[in-house]
């Protein structure tokens, strides 16, 4: 299993000719190893103008795998934050979410955001 954030997301539905597109299609068809959690679908689904797509993306990717964030979650993205904030390092939010869904899901985050080589940097996070 890998957790799939929005910059390859976005790479695969704009430019499916891409490196990080293939990958990801290749996730998807070797037993659905792509999962996505609730930020992910978030930004991908809002950033979608027409409602058909919206409808069509929504379907698709309502049939991975999902990860739920809980308490011990956002505690952990917490932590991770002020860690490196304590370093003299400002990330998103959202990024540190999504690194704490994998860390506490003990699986690798597939993205491109330079975010999250930081992130891995500082904490227990594995990027694909």
Known sequence: MVLVDTSIWIDF???NDSIHAQTLDGLIRDNNRAVICGVVLQEILQGIKDNNSYELTKERLSRLPFLDANKETYIYASSLYRT????GIT?????????AIAVL??????????H?????????????
């Open 13 to 15: 539905f704009q430019n």
């Open 84 to 87: 490196l904030r304590r370093k």
């Open 91 to 99: 990330v998103p939010s959202v990024d540190t979410t999504i690194a």
């Open 105 to 114: 899901n003990r699986i690798p985050l597939f993205t491109k955001d330079e």
């Open 116 to 128: 999250f080589k930081t992130i891995a940097r500082y904490s227990e996070l594995k990027l694909f």
